[in-house]
């Protein structure tokens, strides 16, 4: 009977993993083949963090069914935490198999301490309320990033909140990070190579926390709290467990986005709530809960704009018009009905039925 219940979860990952790596290997071929434009080219790295960004923050919206709209703060955290390590260690780590593993390892670390901590008192609020906190944290993040100047010199490591004067660096001192202008230099490690096998490792553990007794425990408290709670179920350890795997989760993606760019700055547009908000977009177009739905809507999501870059001034509206159809398509009860009342599944199924019937 187990057996039996877990078969059909288990294939669905397995198409998961299968059609990721598909897309990857027609990818990169597209790219050795020099098929692909160096627009398209140089959108793979952004498209895999999203992926990670959509798929982590649905562990937390669809699976834990919390609305939590400031996953961009974890990302900022992850980002500016492994920079700052890599631009440290630029010169004494020149192998980039060292130095890119432990920038992913602090990044996720320093993520998912600020997930736990943030968690304890935010997660006993519900709904709206929570949306708001959370909301206010990622905003938090990114305005305390653009105040602060770290600077270092023989000295040591200098710190000041007023500008970069302030550090009182000597002549051959270096500023790291410098209030709104960031950190600069940062090594460009990521590639979509890496990306990929990142994309794949946040599949992994999403994947195997949804199938395993804690992601029952997890979808318990999503569908009915009071039923999970009289049952014995911890619903402040689950619920810590879920937005500090998220969290930490974000953090990967933001290593993998900073190490992309040479000038790493905190804006409303790469850290702030318009990063946030477009996540969510990418999960709830994906279906709350579905892995699968969350990749594919980063991927087009990601793309399309670019692909309509071309049509200038109308890009943004039929951008805005396409993503109200696709909600519509995915979100109402008519069509959903229409999709399953003519999808293959349904097709092949009633086909061997009047077979088995013959």
Same mark, same amino acid.
């Given at each position: ?12 990952? =397995? ?16 790219? &050795? ?42 990302? @900022? ?10 631009? @440290? ?11 890119? +593993? ?26 709206? #309320? ?18 602060? #100047? ?25 500023? =790291? ?5 960031? =950190? ?88 702030? #709530? ?30 399309? +704009? ?17 993503? =109200? ?9 008519? &069509? ?5 009342? #003519? ?16």
């Amino acid at each position: 009977m187990k057996l039996k219940a877990i078969q059909p979860a288990f294939r669905k990952n =397995i198409i998961t993993y299968v059609v990721v790596i598909a897309a990857f290997i027609l990818m990169q071929l597209l790219v &050795m083949t020099g098929s692909l434009s160096s627009q398209m080219t140089g959108l793979l790295v952004p498209v895999c963090t999203y992926i990670i960004m959509a798929v982590s923050l649905n562990l937390t919206v669809g699976i834990l069914g919390e609305l939590s709209l400031g996953h961009a703060g974890f990302m @900022c955290i992850g980002a500016f935490a492994s920079s700052f390590f890599s631009v @440290c260690t630029a010169d004494t780590l020149t192998s980039v198999w060292i130095r890119f +593993p432990l920038a992913l390892l602090i990044g996720a670390l320093a993520a998912a301490v600020f997930g736990l901590l943030i968690g304890i008192p935010v997660l006993r609020l519900r709904g709206d #309320y929570l949306a708001i906190v959370t909301l206010a944290f990622g905003e938090i993040i990114k305005n305390l990033v653009n105040v602060i #100047y770290v600077g270092r010199d023989g000295e040591g490591f200098h710190f000041a909140i007023t500008s970069a004067s302030n550090l009182q660096l000597e002549p051959d001192g270096q500023i =790291i990070i410098n209030g709104p202008m960031g =950190i600069t230099g940062t090594p460009n490690d990521s590639s979509f190579i890496i990306g990929f096998v990142l994309v794949l490792l946040t599949l992994v553990i999403v994947l195997n926390i949804i199938g395993s007794r804690t992601g029952r425990a997890v979808m318990s408290i999503r569908d009915n709290r009071i039923a999970a709670e009289s049952v014995g179920i911890n619903i402040t350890k689950y619920k810590l467990l879920a937005f500090t795997v998220s969290a930490a989760l974000a953090g990967i993606a933001g290593v993998l986005y900073s190490h992309n760019l040479n000038n790493l700055s905190a804006t409303t547009n790469n850290f702030g #709530y318009n990063m946030s908000i477009t996540v969510l977009v990418f999960v709830v177009l994906g279906g709350m809960g579905n892995i699968r739905g969350s990749i594919i809507a980063a991927v087009i999501l990601t793309v399309l +704009p670019e692909l309509l870059r071309g049509l200038n001034t109308y890009r943004m509206l039929i951008y805005s018009l396409l993503l =109200i159809i696709l909600m519509i398509f995915s979100s109402n009860p008519t &069509m959903i009905a229409l999709r399953e009342k #003519y999808s293959p599944k349904k097709w092949l199924r009633t086909r061997r039925e009047k077979k088995g019937a013959e």
